[in-house]
């Protein structure tokens, strides 16, 4: 290799065992050489510093390329350091992955942004993603597009299931029953401690009274929620962009092994779709997510009837029993492997936390604030009277006070319903005897028991209905204002409007 210019005093040529040119220093540790065809290697201090081939400089371990400015070359095409390709003013970063996000900072290299698919991004925390923009959109009100799933309120006391419909205490889930055994308690749990999972006060529990000992192919019961089609319809389906939702929960389970769970789209032709879920040890509490794709071939009717709802088997005969993982006509709710959990009578089922959200993502739980959920359930049911043995916290004052007189024995009061309600609800009265009606003129109030409670005819809204009240004896006179009150610990008098 030729020098240009005066070679200096302290430095001197050679030749390399394969024959080629070489530069040492005075202390002859450093070196600029051939060691290839067509390869240039530097060494400095006697360490391998820098490689030089063909249109590429490479710094070696070690070294390090100092420079204040690097400029692209022509094309325009960019300069990529290590993937990172820098052009006109902007950075493209590789798509990276949920472990491995492309863009982190250096002390936490499993939080930050990745990119999923095209037009997606991935927001990450601690391995897990949190959100994916493009697919969970940011919603105007609660992303959880079912009601009551942490369990919090319950308006109705612990109930014993024996037919289908029956509600749970916990409003908005209901069981849909078809089998002669397999019966069970529901109540809204409330063990407090490391049983909660993730701060859930609450939790439905199903516990086993009557096992189900032997299954026939028609025997099914679940745990169902519904959702009012009228909330729902921007799901799209039944179109060619219907988005896909994802659902995620807490159980506890007596059983290990394969679980489902279920959507149901009742309107137009049924259709189904069966999930399994896999519960890794049994009697504690587990979280899962499960991503079922938008239904283009659906039916969600713009209506208040229940548009969607989210079964979870606790028996499934063969009859009901279909393929996982895809939308199928008919009513179906589990899989040849869903497990019977009322076999035995030392059986508790336990769930809470439960959200269904757009997106194929799951995200943290919508913990919503008690009065906001209250007020939602009562769309459905309304109670206007209730003792202490039908609900924790009996209700005994207005809408049940000032009730007009219209005769010695009868009285009439409007009740306005606040919300109002999802259609003309119904009266759901326990006993009239359980009911007490204070009359007559101020001062000089008599009580007596009620022997009559109904809706008037003609004039019952989802926003006001009038009742009329009567009662035993002929007490005050027209005109007058009497007050019903709650005379038995089972009173209940409520209206139902429900899915």
């Not at 189900?212 to 389906?237: M, P």
């Not at 208040?304 to 996982?324: E, R, Y």
């Amino acid at each position: 290799m030729p020098y240009l210019g005066v070679k200096p005093a302290d430095e001197f040529t050679s030749k390399d065992l394969n024959g080629e040119e070489l530069i040492l220093d005075a202390d002859a540790d450093t070196t600029i050489t051939a060691d290839t065809d067509d390869t240039i290697d530097i060494k400095i201090a006697g360490a391998d510093d820098f490689k030089i081939t063909a249109n590429t400089l490479t710094a070696l371990s070690g070294s390090t390329i100092a420079t204040n400015t690097i400029a692209e070359t022509t094309g325009a095409s960019g300069v990529t350091i290590d993937g990172l390709l820098i052009k006109d003013s902007t950075a493209a970063f590789a798509d990276g992955a949920v472990g491995t996000p492309s863009i982190t900072n250096t002390g936490d290299l499993n939080t930050g942004v990745y990119f999923p698919a095209a037009d997606t991004v991935g927001m990450v925390a601690g391995g897990t993603e949190q959100f994916r923009f493009g697919s969970n959109p940011i919603p105007g009100g609660s992303k959880n597009l079912l009601i009551n799933g942490g369990m919090t309120v319950a308006q109705r006391a612990s109930k014993a299931v024996d037919t289908n419909a029956d509600r749970a205490p916990t409003d908005m889930w209901l069981v849909m029953l078809n089998a002669s055994a397999g019966r069970f308690t529901l109540t809204q749990d409330s063990t407090t401690g490391a049983a909660v999972p993730l701060g859930h006060g609450y939790s439905l529990k199903a516990d086993c009274t009557t096992a189900e000992g032997s299954l026939a192919a028609s025997d099914v019961i679940t745990i169902r929620n519904n959702i009012e089609a009228k909330n729902i319809q921007h799901l799209r389906w039944g179109e060619a962009s219907a988005k896909d939702v994802t659902l995620s929960f807490w159980m506890s389970s007596p059983k290990s092994g394969t679980h489902c769970v279920t959507l149901n789209q009742p309107d137009s032709s049924a259709r189904h779709y069966i999930s399994e879920f896999t519960v890794a040890s049994a009697d504690t509490w587990e979280h899962f997510k499960i991503t079922i794709p938008g239904d283009t071939g659906g039916t969600i009717n713009n209506d208040t009837g229940a548009g969607l709802s989210i079964n979870f088997p606790l028996v499934c005969g063969s009859t009901f029993q279909n393929t996982k993982d895809t939308w199928a006509a008919g009513e179906d709710y589990g899989t040849s492997s869903v497990q019977n959990l009322l076999d035995n009578t030392s059986n508790n089922v336990y769930i809470t936390g439960v959200q269904l959200e757009v997106g194929s993502v799951a995200t943290d739980f919508a913990h919503e604030d008690y009065g906001t959920t209250l007020n939602k359930c009562k769309r459905y049911y309304q109670i206007i009277l209730a003792g202490p043995n039908v609900r924790s916290s009996p209700y005994t004052g207005d809408p049940a006070e000032m009730i007009y007189q219209v005769s010695g024995t009868a009285g009439e009061q409007m009740i306005r319903l606040q919300p109002e309600m999802r259609a003309i609800p119904t009266s759901q009265l326990s006993s009239a005897a359980h009911i007490g009606v204070e009359v007559g003129d101020i001062g000089s109030k008599t009580s007596t028991t009620c022997t009559s409670a109904a809706f008037e005819s003609g004039y019952v809204y989802t926003g006001q209905l009038w009742t009329r009240v009567g009662w035993s004896g002929s007490t005050g006179d027209k005109g007058d204002m009497a007050r019903a009150f709650v005379q038995d610990s089972d009173c209940l008098w409520a209206l139902s409007a429900e899915l």
